[in-house]
C-alpha cells in the first residue's frame, strides 16, 4: 500500500522545516558546533554532522536539483524541505525529542515535490567519495517524480524501517530504511501556517 502522507521530523525546540542549506557560513558554524554538543551531551541524540558534512550535502543537493529539473520539475527553491514517505520509526528515534509534522501528498504541487529511494546522500552517489561505502541499487541515482510513486513502490517494495535503536555507525551501514520526499516550494510552511503550528526560532 503506498503511503498517503509524508513526514517531517525536527527537534522539539526547533521550528519544523529549518534547513542548514539556508544559513550563511557563520550562522551554520554556528548551528553544526550546537548540533555537536547535543550529541556529545546527551547519548539519545545521535545525528551525526561530519566534518565535511555539508560539502556532501551541496553536493547532493545540486545534484539532486539538477536531475529534478531534467525529470521536468519546477523547484522554486534551491533546496527542497525533506520528508520521509509515511513514517519511519527510525528517524523520528535517531534523536529522543523529536517531533513531527506529516502532510497528505495531495497537498503539494505535482511540479514542486520529487522522492529518491532511499534517503538522497545514498542515492545520488557521492558517498564513497567521503569514504562511505554504498552498495549500488538499481533505484539509486534517480529523482522520481510524485506520478511515478505507486510503480516503483509496486517494483521495488517499501524499505523496512529499523527498530533496532543501533545507531552507533549508522552512516558505515546498509542504508535503505526510507523513501526521502523533497519538497522544491514553501507550501510546507503554508501548511503548519495554515494548521495555526507554533513556529520557534
Same mark, same amino acid.
Given at each position: /500500500?503506498?503511503?498517503?502522507?509524508?513526514?517531517?521530523?525536527?527537534?522539539?525546540?526547533?521550528?519544523?522545516?529549518?534547513?542548514?542549506?539556508?544559513? =550563511?557560513?557563520?550562522?551554520?558554524?554556528? *548551528?553544526?558546533?550546537?548540533?555537536?554538543? &547535543? &550529541? =556529545?551531551q546527551n547519548n539519545q541524540f545521535n545525528r551525526v554532522y561530519g566534518g565535511r558534512y555539508m560539502e556532501l550535502r551541496v553536493k547532493t543537493e545540486? &545534484?539532486?536539483?539538477?536531475?529534478?529539473?531534467?525529470?521536468? +520539475?519546477k523547484p522554486k527553491r534551491k533546496t527542497p524541505h525533506y520528508f520521509v514517505l509515511g513514517q519511519s520509526y527510525w528517524f523520528k528515534n535517531l534523536c529522543s525529542d523529536s517531533h513531527e509534522v506529516s502532510i497528505p501528498l495531495s497537498y503539494f504541487s505535482a511540479d514542486t515535490i520529487s522522492f529518491t529511494y532511499p534517503d538522497s546522500f545514498v542515492?545520488?552517489?557521492? /558517498?564513497?567519495?567521503?569514504?562511505?561505502?554504498?552498495?549500488?541499487?538499481?533505484?539509486?541515482?534517480?529523482?522520481? &517524480?510524485?506520478? #511515478?510513486?505507486?510503480?516503483? *513502490?509496486?517494483?521495488? +517494495?517499501?524499505?523496512?524501517?529499523?527498530?533496532?535503536?543501533?545507531?552507533?555507525?549508522?552512516?558505515? #551501514? #546498509?542504508f535503505e530504511k526510507f523513501i526521502e520526499v523533497q519538497v522544491w516550494d514553501e507550501s510546507p510552511i503554508q501548511w503548519i501556517?495554515?494548521? +495555526? *503550528? =507554533?513556529?520557534?526560532c
Amino acid at each position: /500500500m503506498v503511503p498517503k502522507i509524508a513526514t517531517h521530523y525536527h527537534l522539539k525546540d526547533k521550528a519544523p522545516f529549518l534547513s542548514l542549506s539556508d544559513l =550563511t557560513e557563520d550562522e551554520l558554524k554556528s *548551528i553544526i558546533q550546537e548540533l555537536d554538543s &547535543r &550529541r =556529545t551531551q546527551n547519548n539519545q541524540f545521535n545525528r551525526v554532522y561530519g566534518g565535511r558534512y555539508m560539502e556532501l550535502r551541496v553536493k547532493t543537493e545540486q &545534484r539532486l536539483r539538477e536531475l529534478f529539473i531534467l525529470a521536468g +520539475g519546477k523547484p522554486k527553491r534551491k533546496t527542497p524541505h525533506y520528508f520521509v514517505l509515511g513514517q519511519s520509526y527510525w528517524f523520528k528515534n535517531l534523536c529522543s525529542d523529536s517531533h513531527e509534522v506529516s502532510i497528505p501528498l495531495s497537498y503539494f504541487s505535482a511540479d514542486t515535490i520529487s522522492f529518491t529511494y532511499p534517503d538522497s546522500f545514498v542515492s545520488m552517489g557521492f /558517498m564513497p567519495e567521503f569514504g562511505l561505502s554504498v552498495e549500488k541499487k538499481d533505484y539509486h541515482g534517480n529523482v522520481f &517524480r510524485l506520478h #511515478e510513486l505507486s510503480t516503483v *513502490i509496486d517494483k521495488y +517494495g517499501l524499505p523496512e524501517d529499523d527498530y533496532s535503536h543501533s545507531y552507533g555507525s549508522y552512516a558505515n #551501514e #546498509e542504508f535503505e530504511k526510507f523513501i526521502e520526499v523533497q519538497v522544491w516550494d514553501e507550501s510546507p510552511i503554508q501548511w503548519i501556517n495554515e494548521k +495555526g *503550528i =507554533t513556529q520557534k526560532c
